[in-house]
């Protein structure tokens, strides 16, 4: 067993060299093994890391040219591309998920990197000649300061770097808050920025927990909040961070359905429903959990997906499994309580992933696919976000009845169609509640260029993540009414401003 190894915050650029008051531990989720000992900002702390990332901002981010700005991006760009698997690496050593899909989440992640590359077009802002007679108007956008962004556990890579890049390019100071559980690759992509070029104190990364995001909701110069995370948090910081006058998108927790219509293509639906549905080990926020399929296909698509489920092997992410373990000891044993419960509720339990074996040496925190039929809306398995390798199968009698069920749960973020009818897919995008819709695509995460965002306890806040939703969240519009002096101007006149 190695000796567990310290891991500390980032603060302008360096490591931090104090010794923190409060520590936890990281743990390896294949071996079970704790891996890191995490310093836990106090209050005190995310203030000095705060005034220092305003420092910065005022005294070189802010206005330096957008060239500049953007050849930083770009060279960031590179260096993320060179260490990507390095980063899937320390993804997969303390979040569990398998290499491929860490190196996946990277990629996901540059992509948003290249969209922030076009940073001088997306700032351009409008001008209109003679708007009155000699007089112009134009906007333009301005950074906001200090933003702070505070990120989950299940994409310690992707979801910070679907805002920080953004912010960044707009001009912003960034204070990251990773996930506790683990850090080690949102710290390693923030030290990259300072090869990039970035000025010191433009990107800081604090660990800790609630103490840290408090200080962080409550302080005066942090103007923007970006938070990504359960529904019951996102709730309490879009609450807490707009109390104290911020901006904030909080995007929550989901249950994400995939409705299966009787004429779509059944291997097609099995393929899909087994990937979204135990990829990352149900850990996304994207992942199908619930399966609505409209009869009479159910009996047929459990076959195909059961005879799916028996050729995934589930171990060490590091072997070349198609799903690795939970993130905790905790999580792991949370998820297999729900599938007791979804017995004891009286669903049918098709495949059991308690009884599961695993290619993985130590304690590691497994549990394999599991599948649930006949679930009703009451049963904890399908009313709970377990995100954990559960796919529940509900049976509606038609396409009606299936969106009504989806159209009443509270979440709303990703969901999918499979038919190969197009009047039925084109009504459903249309009369579905949901922010993110796949048509035959069951984790329709959308491109960079366009915004990311779920509805209803799925987001709080206006603003989706990244796209021109993205640039507007980490900018302020501001418009300008000029009149340049010329031989025929001048004269008294109080009345309120006309266009003449
Ligand atoms: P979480 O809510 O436990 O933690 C998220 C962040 O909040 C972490 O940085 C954590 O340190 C902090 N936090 C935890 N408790 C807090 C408290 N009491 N006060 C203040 N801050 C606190 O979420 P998680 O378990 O890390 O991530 C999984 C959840 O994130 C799932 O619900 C998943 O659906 C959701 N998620 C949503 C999206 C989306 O796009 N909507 C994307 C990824 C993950």
């Known amino acids: 067993m190695s000796t567990p190894q310290r891991i500390t915050h980032l603060v302008a650029g360096s490591p931090w060299q104090g010794t923190a008051e ?41 206005s330096l040219s957008l060239a500049k700005r953007q050849a930083v991006l770009f060279s960031f760009r590179e260096l993320l591309n060179r260490d990507k698997e390095r980063i899937a690496e320390l993804i997969t050593a303390e979040h569990g998920k398998v290499l491929s899909d860490a190196v ?7 992509e948003v990197v290249e969209f922030a590359c076009g940073i001088p077009h997306l700032l351009k802002g409008g001008f209109t000649e003679n708007a009155s007679t000699k007089v112009d108007v134009y906007s333009m956008r301005q950074s906001l300061g200090v933003v702070a962004v505070i990120s989950p556990f299940n994409f310690p890579a992707m979801v910070p770097m679907w805002f920080v890049p953004v912010a960044v390019a707009c001009g ?29 104190g433009i990107m800081n990364v604090v660990n800790g927990d609630k103490e840290a995001v408090d200080a962080l909701l409550a302080h005066p110069d942090v103007k923007a909040v970006s938070f990504v995370g359960s529904t019951p948090i996102a709730r309490y910081v879009y609450e807490t961070g707009t109390s104290h006058g911020k901006r904030v998108q909080a995007l929550g927790g989901a249950k994400n359905h995939m409705l299966v219509l009787p004429d779509a293509d059944l291997d097609l639906a099995a393929d899909a429903a087994v990937n979204a549905g135990f990829g990352s080990a ?17 009996d047929e698509l459990i076959e195909k997906i059961k005879d799916r489920m028996g ?12 799903m690795g373990p939970l993130v905790t000891r905790a999580h792991r044993d949370k998820v297999a309580s729900y599938v007791d419960a979804g017995v004891e509720a009286g669903a049918d339990l098709v495949v059991d992933g308690r009884d599961g074996a695993f290619d993985a040496d130590g304690d590691g925190f497994f549990l394999a696919p599991t599948l649930f039929d006949k679930v009703t809306p009451e049963m904890s398995i399908y009313a709970d976000e377990i995100f954990g390798p559960v796919l529940s199968v509900l049976r509606a009698s038609s396409y009606d009845e299936g969106l ?20 039925a897919a084109r009504r459903f995008q249309s009369e579905v509640e949901v922010g993110m819709v796949g048509v035959n695509v069951p984790i329709p995460v959308p491109m960079s260029y366009y915004s990311f965002g779920g509805w209803k306890n799925s987001l709080f806040g206006d603003s989706h993540a990244h796209g021109t939703e993205g640039v507007h969240f980490f900018t302020r519009g501001k418009v300008v009414t000029s009149r340049w002096l010329d031989p025929s101007h001048g004269g008294l006149n109080l009345g309120f401003p006309q266009n003449d």
């Open 22 to 62: 409060r520590t936890s531990e990281v743990f390896n989720p294949a071996t079970g093994e704790v891996s890191g000992v995490l310093d836990l900002a106090s209050a005190d702390l995310v203030g000095d890391v705060v005034a220092g990332a305003k420092q910065a901002w005022q005294d070189s981010w802010r």
């Open 104 to 110: 996946g989440e990277v990629t996901r992640g540059l």
């Open 172 to 200: 912003n100071a960034v204070v990251i808050k990773p996930s506790e559980k683990d850090p080690s690759a949102t710290i390693a992509i923030a030290e990259l920025w300072r090869e990039a070029g970035l000025p010191d």
């Open 282 to 298: 149900g850990e996304r926020c994207m992942a199908i959990s619930a399966l609505v399929a409209v009869e009479p296909v159910a």
């Open 311 to 322: 050729k995934l092997r589930t171990g060490d992410g590091t072997r070349g499994c198609d």
């Open 404 to 423: 009504d069920l989806i159209n009443s749960n509270p979440y709303g973020n990703g969901t999918a169609i499979f038919t190969n009818d197009g009047g």
